[in-house]
């Protein structure tokens, strides 16, 4: 965190000394301590995310729609320990989404757009966390809890799970359209233009994503090469994107209403600042 | 090409057109009554055709013509690679099966 | 979106685009550079779509051929040449726009609006002609991606209308006015032609 000795905003009096007691500094001191710990919990869960989601729950690439009975109580059974367990620290961790949607909408409330924008997308997220992860973790961990249960019940539990992960993708799509509008909006200049439109294409892949209700087998169905695949990869480079220019935002962050200032103008202005020369 | 300037347009929509209604005879010249039948021959030239309208599109009606060199290099860098990415996938689902 | 009036291209003669007419090499890049990050993301994205749809095409060759013979050519070639003529009024609109002959510009734009519209209207109709044979987004393989493709395709279309609404839009304000963004909105339009092309030519073409 020592970039954010970097900008306007930041009180003067930082003191030099060990990193240990500067850090402490900061997180009594910094006003955007607030968002650097929205942005590192963004971070810290989309790792776990990742790592309980694929390695250790199986979860994700999701397992075949067509599967028999058998197959599908053979994969609960083989998975049993990673779902039990991963899930556990899902569910530990899931309010980790908060921080994280608070930061993308304190993005769009720092844009000159309404405030209608960051709120709506708030509501939106919050209960978008249900269908969007929580299901699939339920379902699939009270799959995994009773190793006899009747394979065709065990059917039923992973249909829902996986229908509801990849399938309830409208409200992912109204977000990032309400995030795409207050991008192409705002005069503030908080997230570059060309993010905007990447919304609209991670809007669209949650389009394509739709056929899953129909499809049981092919490019189209829950784990096709169109709807999954092709989707995370479009998804991945949206959320490193997004990431990314959060991080960008949070240092470039000056608590003003005006536009946000450049990066390279923060540094002449931190060289003003330790210099007395008001900005 | 250096059109008049106001025949510009019409010119490039007049080649652009005039490749779409090539396609037809294309077509014609594998299909046998009605049935068709494959040929990697006009697969290629389609695709190939198509991948000129693309760049002309990018050229003339996105006026890429007239951007800075790194736009007009970026622009025909993806009808390349759009290019190899489709031929490679038909030739290689050709080959697999 | 900034709404604000752009210094970015000068004008030159009877609309032309810079560097053309006036001996200067003035080069711009059209619209907002961002559109561009949209325009070539979006194109390989879809050309993904077609890899996938070209290797399972030579897997099911038979099929695919059998199915696609209940497209008709015709109707496809109709579809592209609406499209083609739908981006050839919209240049004409950005270059009457850059002219300052904005009556000009807002009739050429409706008119793309129309040739867009009858593309809608030839695309519906076919979709219904092929439901009333029999043939479904589920009947088979070859169906799937033709729905599936001209599907998206009718969508990304329909956000294209959006654009319009914007260049319109724009062009009717006497202050503030922004080439810039009508530029931008006539790149969108054209990427959907450009996909149409070669959406066209591996539905209706490819053997």
């Known amino acids: ?279 | ?97 | 979106m900034t709404g604000v009036a752009q210094a970015g291209p000068q004008p030159g003669a009877a609309g032309q685009p810079p560097g053309e007419g006036t001996g200067k090499s003035h080069r711009a890049i059209p619209g907002q550079p961002d559109i561009w990050v949209l325009v070539l993301f979006e194109a390989l994205v879809f050309t993904a779509y077609f890899a996938v749809y070209l290797v399972h095409r030579s897997a099911h060759s038979e099929l695919f051929l059998r199915s696609q013979a209940e497209l008709s050519p015709w109707l496809g070639t109709l579809d592209t040449l609406l499209m083609l003529t739908s981006s050839l009024f919209m240049l004409l609109c950005v270059q009457a726009s850059r002219a300052g002959a904005f009556r000009a510009a807002i009739t050429h734009v409706c008119i793309t609006a129309l040739l867009g519209t009858a593309f809608l209207a030839s695309k519906i109709t076919e979709w219904a002609l092929l439901a009333h044979d029999g043939y479904g987004f589920t009947s088979n393989e070859f169906f799937t991606y033709y729905f599936f493709l001209t599907g998206i395709h009718f969508l990304h279309l329909l956000i294209g209308f959006i654009t319009i609404g914007v260049i319109i839009y724009q062009l009717r304000r006497r202050e503030r006015r922004s080439q810039e963004l009508v530029e931008t909105c006539a790149v969108y339009w054209h990427t959907v032609d450009l996909l149409w092309v070669l959406i066209f030519s591996l539905l209706y073409v490819v053997r």
């Open chain 1, 1 to 279: 965190m020592s970039e954010t000795t970097a900008e306007p905003g930041t009180p003067p009096g930082a003191p030099a000394g060990s990193r240990l007691s500067r850090t402490a500094w900061h997180w009594r001191n910094n006003p955007k301590r607030e968002l650097w710990f929205a942005w590192y919990t963004t971070v810290v869960f989309y790792n776990i995310f990742f790592i309980v989601f694929f390695p250790v729950t199986h979860a994700q690439p999701p397992p075949h729609p067509w599967w028999s009975d058998a197959q599908v109580a053979y994969w609960f059974n083989h998975n049993h320990d990673g779902l039990i367990i991963g899930f556990a620290i899902i569910f530990a961790v899931a309010a980790m989404t908060a921080p994280q949607n608070a930061l993308i909408a304190y993005s769009m409330r720092r844009m000159s757009v309404s405030r209608a924008f960051g709120y709506s997308y708030l509501v939106m997220y919050s209960l978008s966390a249900v269908p969007g992860m929580l299901l699939l973790c339920v379902v699939l961990s009270v799959g995994a809890m009773r190793p006899g249960r009747d394979p065709a019940q065990l059917h039923w539990l992973y249909d829902f799970a996986f229908l509801s992960f990849t399938g309830t993708m409208g409200i992912f799509l109204l977000g990032s359209l309400v995030w795409m509008l207050a991008i192409l909006l705002d005069k503030n200049r908080v997230m570059p233009k060309w993010f905007g439109y990447l919304n609209l294409c991670n809007a669209l892949t949650e389009v394509v994503v739709a056929p899953a209700w129909i499809f049981h087998r092919g490019v189209l169905d829950w784990n096709g090469l169109i709807s999954w695949w092709i989707n995370v990869a479009v998804f991945g480079i949206y959320t490193g994107a997004f990431i990314t220019l959060l991080r960008t935002m949070i240092l470039r962050e000056d608590f003003g209403d005006g536009p946000l200032p450049d990066l390279k103008k923060n540094h002449q202005a931190k060289a003003s600042t330790l210099a007395g020369t008001p900005r």
């Open chain 2, 1 to 97: 090409m250096n059109a008049q300037p106001k025949r510009r347009p019409l010119i490039v929509w007049l080649t652009l057109s005039a490749i779409t209604l090539a396609y037809l005879p294309l077509d014609r010249s594998v299909d046998n009554h009605g049935t068709y039948r494959a040929s990697s021959v006009v697969t290629t030239i389609a695709i190939l055709l198509a991948l000129v309208k693309a760049r002309y599109i990018f050229r003339e009606f996105m006026q890429v013509r007239n951007a800075p060199a790194l736009l007009c290099r970026l622009t025909d860098l993806w009808v390349l690679l759009i290019g190899a990415v489709l031929l490679g996938s038909y030739f290689t689902g050709l080959a697999v099966h």
